[in-house]
């Protein structure tokens, strides 16, 4: 008895340990990578800062984040100017001097959709997040419906009506397959897109319902 009374002591001791480090490890490892990104991004910054404009000689103590500060600032005067006429000039004739690179351009060219898909918020684009059997039948996978119905050429050539599909790529759902679905063939998900683009993203592990309770 006093046996099995210790050995349940120490499971539960151990599920304890066990959940405390599912809670603790993903804070801590979040902000100590928050930590030091900040710490990079102010160092390097401040190296730009003429010694003239360093407020540390100015004042009797260090003020952190006046590098990230001016980052934060640089980032809206550039918004501000690739707005315009001349910033939209100028930021199509770097594009096509980067698209004459070899692998530069292929580089540029995926960083440039990660970040407009999370931060320009392309993702409203779609509609609705469903289910599709691809890539044969039997074998389902997650979509998102781009265009309810898909009409002109396609349409008149193949004289159905059309979802237009997008099969986003795991982990990145940036790139993938856009194919026409029958609409009796497509199940449509309660999901939002944005919990859709989650899923993907971690592979399957994380389940539209986890991410509710978060």
Known sequence: MA??????????????FLTGVIVAAPVAITVYMAYHL????????????PQQWKIGDVVPYAIPGCGLF????????IGMLT???????FVRLWEKIIRKMPVVSSFYSLMKQIFETFLSQKSRSFSQVVLVQYPRQGLWTIAFVSRDQTGGEIAQKTGQDF???Y??????PTSGFLIFVPQKDIIKLDMSVEDGIKYVLSCGIVTPEELDKE
């Open 3 to 16: 046996e099995e009374k210790q050995t349940k002591f120490w499971s539960k001791l151990k599920s304890y």
């Open 38 to 49: 900040v710490i990079w991004i102010n160092g390097a910054t401040s190296r730009l800062i």
């Open 70 to 77: 001016l980052l934060i600032v640089a980032l809206i005067f």
């Open 83 to 89: 707005t315009g006429y001349v910033g939209k000039f």
């Open 163 to 165: 979802v237009s599909v």
């Open 167 to 172: 099969v986003p790529t795991t982990p990145n």
